[in-house]
């Protein structure tokens, strides 16, 4: 089980050569669980996030955990990108992703 609390980026920390158009927090995870951030301009992507959007936030922690990432903190608040990470699961699932996800499976934190 991937904790993704434990993938926050100290402060400070930053990732890519561009500037981050949101949190460092949300991009140094999705960088380092999926390689990728996800393409919103996408309407497939964007579809997805919409559909994730109106679960109710147990359900997506549930989701998440289901596929080896724990989106919840120790304090049981969520990560505040764990909608980011679903959304990013469920375009792996749909094949809607150029990047291969296989590194997830059986990787610890």
Known sequence: ??????LIP???ASYGDEPSLFSGERDGVLLRLFGLLPDYTDP??????????RRPRRDLAEFC??????VL??????????????TLLVA?????????????????S
């Open 1 to 6: 089980m991937i904790n993704a609390e434990n």
């Open 10 to 12: 100290r402060s400070g």
């Open 44 to 53: 497939r992507i964007e579809q997805i996030w919409r559909d994730l959007n």
């Open 65 to 70: 955990r289901g596929k080896g990432i724990e």
């Open 73 to 86: 903190k120790q304090n049981g608040s969520m990560i505040s990108c764990a909608l980011d990470i679903a």
């Open 92 to 108: 792996a699932e749909r094949g809607l992703l150029s990047s291969n996800l296989d590194h997830l499976a059986g990787e610890e």
